[in-house]
């Protein structure tokens, strides 16, 4: 990690040192202003996202994340709002590079999901996405709907730090039950003969996951293992910003029942009730561009 704080320092002071040069250029008439003005502009940017960058300054910011979605009440409306929330972020991940990977999902009743779990995989996930812990709203003409009225929707959000190679975390096989049982998702005929998938239940937390994504049983314990762990190491990292002291919690601490954001699509309005951050560019955020109201947040506490 420090290695690549010091060359994203490098990469900006390079650009600071280019657009000195390139000043130097302008004063001497060898250059034309628009010429300095885009260096000027990517210079900003660099420091602007450097600067960004050193708001994810934990050990958690820098891992990979499971994120979870659940549809709230509200039955079709509210499971085809959480199809659309996992392809968001789904989108969100591909765009930025990162490997997305479906852990688990239950199929609504007539369309979208009742929940999904994703592994998103590549440096710093955890750390864009942990503020998208909470409840995400939708107001639309709901197309379920004979009448054409306005519905309103909710689905929670909750990511998790995925843990690696470098975080240890011991789990006493005497507080664990396992169960197995049919996948119910996609992965052909096979996957639903067998009883590959598993749900794993960690008896002193309570805290239950499942994994069907696999066919093998075995790969889909170890998988069900690993979101596990990273469930119990979040449970120890909120005990550790519960005992910080009131200011520093509130800059970290994860509001997990809060309405963190609206989306309401025949007003065309994107807004996050937290940083006030706001856009009227209600199918650019649905196709997963919503660094803007990532970094919004992030630099709240800043």
Same mark, same amino acid.
């Given at each position: 990690?420090?290695?690549? !704080? ?14 000195? &040069? +390139? ?7 060898? /250059?034309? =202003? ?43 409306? *509210?499971?085809? !709002?959480?199809?659309? #929330? ?16 479906? +852990? ?31 409840? @995400?709203?939708?107001?639309?003409? *709901? %197309? ?14 909750? /990511? @998790? %730090? ?7 975390? /011991?789990?006493? %096989? ?25 749900? &794993?239940?960690?008896? %002193? *937390?309570? /805290? ?19 979101? +596990? ?5 979040? $449970?120890? #990292? ?9 200011? =520093? ?10 309405? $963190?954001?609206?989306?309401? #699509? ?6 996050? @009730? ?29």
């Amino acid at each position: 990690m420090n290695k690549n !704080w010091v060359q994203n320092y490098q990469k900006v002071a390079a650009t600071v040192d280019d657009t000195e &040069v +390139l000043l130097e250029f302008f004063r001497e008439a060898e /250059v034309e =202003e628009s010429e300095l003005e885009k260096q000027f502009d990517s210079c900003e940017n660099s420091i602007a996202e450097l600067e960004f960058k050193s708001t994810l300054d934990t050990k958690e910011d820098a891992l990979s994340c499971l994120l979870e979605i659940n549809a709230g009440a509200g039955g079709t409306e *509210s499971c085809d !709002w959480s199809e659309m #929330l996992l392809r968001m972020y789904t989108m969100w991940a591909e765009k930025s590079g990162y490997k997305v990977r479906l +852990l688990n999902e239950v199929r609504g009743d007539v369309a979208g999901i009742k929940s999904a779990e994703i592994e998103i995989v590549g440096d710093y996930t955890y750390g864009y996405l942990k503020g998208e812990n909470g409840v @995400h709203r939708l107001v639309r003409i *709901s %197309p379920f709907n004979a009448q054409g009225k306005r519905q309103t929707s909710f689905a929670s959000v909750f /990511v @998790h %730090p995925l843990i690696d190679d470098t975080i240890e975390v /011991v789990v006493n %096989p005497a507080d664990i039950e396992w169960d197995t049982f049919r996948a119910s998702g996609a992965g052909g005929q096979h996957v639903n003969k067998t009883e590959s998938a598993v749900r &794993v239940r960690h008896l %002193p *937390s309570g /805290v239950v996951v499942e994994c069907q994504q696999e066919r093998s049983q075995h790969l889909n314990r170890e998988k069900a293992m690993t979101m +596990l762990k990273s469930r119990l190491y979040e $449970i120890e #990292l909120q005990k550790q910003y519960a005992e910080r002291d009131s200011v =520093e919690a509130g800059k970290t601490k994860i509001e997990w029942g809060a309405q $963190i954001r609206s989306y309401v #699509l025949d007003d065309r309005r994107v807004k996050d @009730h937290r940083s006030n951050h706001q856009t009227n560019k209600t199918d650019a955020v649905l196709n997963g561009e919503i660094d803007a109201f990532l970094k919004a947040f992030l630099m709240m506490g800043k």
